[in-house]
């Protein structure tokens, strides 16, 4: 497992350590080294993304992996696309792409 977040534009300082500090407080210290900081997730390996933005586009048009996304009220209309909902619910939600 490893996050992977897009900073906000113009706004590196403050955005990647909010990012580091929630990885910090829900998953640890020993999660700090499995940060991806990019501008564009496209580019990165993977079997899926986990992502609330209905869209994920970049540099490579056809990613190596599955988008699914994170629901959020902003994205509610957004179909034709896997969902997670609830993250207790993450093996049944993943286990269709990866194996557990």
């Known amino acids: 497992v490893f996050f992977c977040s897009a900073p906000l534009p113009f706004q590196y300082e403050s955005c990647v350590a909010e990012k580091y500090a929630w ?3 829900h998953f640890g210290e020993e999660f700090l ?6 501008r564009d997730k496209t580019v990165i390996k993977g079997n899926v993304l986990i992502d609330d933005k209905p869209r994920v ?3 490579c048009a056809k990613p190596e992996w599955t988008h699914i996304l994170y629901s959020q009220s902003y ?3 957004v179909v034709g696309v896997p969902r997670f909902t609830k993250w207790s619910d993450w093996r049944e939600s993943l286990a269709p792409y990866i194996s557990l």
């Open 23 to 25: 990885v910090r407080h």
């Open 33 to 38: 080294p499995r940060i991806i900081i990019t």
């Open 57 to 59: 586009s970049g540099a």
């Open 75 to 77: 994205n509610k209309n």
